[in-house]
Each structure stands twice: as structure tokens, then as C-alpha cells.
């Protein structure tokens, strides 16, 4: 008898979900976006390409990322909450790299029967090389023949909803959505205007009002912030984060 009881119990909470009951981000109640901390590009030494919680949310880790492909650079931070300083850091913490890979892991944490959908459109685009300069009205001189090289068009979606999209050869996990905790079903993502935007299993989608060019958005281990970076000109950043209030606890 004991061990049906178990092995019931472990059936519900695979289809329920572990850690968290589904969240309804239409009952949500958001606080206005916080500043946490300014940022710039001279003193990360790259572009933000990471951003993770600590287990007990007390602290934030950053990436920073210069150069592209296998001549990248990566520098690490860690700021802790309430605190003013961003302190360098030697490696990527292991609570930062796990953090990581359930925040952009292609299934719903918990929920593996949730999953973003990838579409990879690629096309080749012809140049034709200037090297002669331009003569008359924007033909090209020289005796180069004229190159080809392929772009990648991917888009990233949710239960149909589009969360991200971008031109690359190179794609970035992360960079436009994070998963809520697990068994939550939730994603923040940025839309297509920029703004900080959370969704639901249900195909609730709730905008966050005040928020623009939107990246790395980060769910709290505790799902009560959300962190994220905005852009604000070429090489200013704000780190930011809004307060949610369920209705729902965390399942124990």
C-alpha cells in the first residue's frame, strides 16, 4: 500500500509539475520597475551576455561578453543585492551555470511537455566587392568576383507566441527570454517593441508597462523578481528588476 501511495504521488507531481503550481500571470500584481544598478560598457569590458540568480536570491551574477565565436572573451561579476559594489570574479560560479541551463533549456522546467519552438530560416546574400571603389552611379570596380555568404533568420516561440527573434550566424541562447521556476510554466521574454513581457501555460501574455529594449530577462529562484537589463544608448545599460505577488505558494 505504501509503496502505490508513492508511486501515485510521484505521478501527480509529473503532472503537475515539481517546485511550483502554475503561475496566471493576468493575477500577478507588479510592482514598478526598481533600479539596481547602472552599468556601462567600460567597466564590464564587453556586452552583458549572462544573467543569473543565486539559489536563495540574495545575489546576481553578470557575464560580459567581448569579441564573437571561438575569439570571445568572457568576464564574470557578482553583485550582491543591496549592495553597491559589482565585484570581478575569477570563474563563472556553479550556481550561476546552473542557473543558466534551466533558463534556457528548450522544455518548461518541470514541465517538459512545455517547449520553446526554434525555426532556423537561412538564405544566401551576394556581394559584390568594392575594392576599385565606386565608379558612376554605385557600380563596382575591381577584379574580385563577387562573394556569397549565408545569414540565419531564427525565431523563438512559445504555444505560438513569438519570444525572440534575431539575424546571426551566431545564435544566443537566453538573451530574450528566461523560464519561471519550475513547474510554473511561466516565461519572461522581451516582445517586439522591447518591453519586459511574462506569459503562462494558458497563453496569458501581460506586458510590463515602463520597460524598453529589454535583455537577459532573469525569474527568481523564489518567482517574486524578475532581473533584466535595458539598453540605453550604445554602451549604458540599467539593471532592473520589478516585484511580482502571486495568490499561489510554493508547493512543499
Known amino acids: 500500500m505504501a509503496r502505490m501511495w508513492s508511486l501515485l504521488c510521484a505521478a501527480l507531481l509529473f503532472l503537475q509539475g515539481t517546485g511550483f503550481a502554475p503561475f496566471d500571470v493576468s493575477a500577478l500584481s507588479v510592482a ?49 543585492l543591496g549592495q553597491d559594489g559589482l565585484a570581478p570574479l575569477d570563474i563563472e560560479p556553479d550556481w550561476a551555470a546552473d542557473y543558466w541551463h534551466h533558463k534556457v533549456t528548450e522544455a518548461a522546467p ?9 525555426r532556423v530560416d537561412r538564405t544566401r546574400t ?33 504555444l505560438g507566441v513569438e519570444i ?15 523560464w519561471g521556476p519550475a513547474g510554473s510554466g511561466a516565461l519572461a521574454f522581451a ?16 506586458p510590463i508597462a515602463r520597460t524598453d529594449r529589454v535583455l537577459l530577462p532573469a525569474w527568481s529562484p523564489d518567482g517574486n523578481y524578475v532581473a533584466y537589463l535595458e539598453q540605453q544608448g550604445r554602451s549604458k545599460f540599467r539593471l532592473t528588476s520589478i516585484a511580482l505577488l502571486r495568490v499561489d505558494t510554493p508547493l512543499q
Not at 547602472?38 to 553578470?62: I, Q, V
Not at 518541470?110 to 526554434?118: C, E, Y
Open 110 to 118: 518541470g514541465m517538459p511537455w512545455l517547449s520553446i519552438d526554434v
Open 191 to 206: 516582445d517586439r517593441q522591447g518591453r519586459l513581457t511574462l506569459m503562462d501555460k494558458e497563453r496569458r501574455v501581460r
Open 126 to 158: 551576394r556581394v559584390a566587392p568594392f575594392a576599385g571603389g565606386f565608379a558612376g552611379a554605385g557600380s563596382a570596380t575591381g577584379s574580385e568576383a563577387a562573394a556569397s555568404f549565408s545569414l540565419a533568420y531564427v525565431t523563438l516561440s512559445y
Open 164 to 178: 525572440g527573434q534575431w539575424v546571426t550566424d551566431e545564435p544566443k541562447s537566453g538573451v530574450t527570454f528566461g
Open 32 to 80: 514598478p520597475p526598481m533600479l539596481v544598478r547602472d552599468l556601462d560598457r567600460k567597466a564590464l569590458r564587453g556586452e552583458p551576455s549572462k544573467l543569473a540568480w543565486s539559489p536563495d536570491g540574495s545575489m546576481l551574477y553578470l557575464q560580459s561578453r567581448d569579441g564573437i565565436g571561438a575569439a570571445a572573451r568572457f568576464r564574470h561579476f557578482q553583485l550582491r
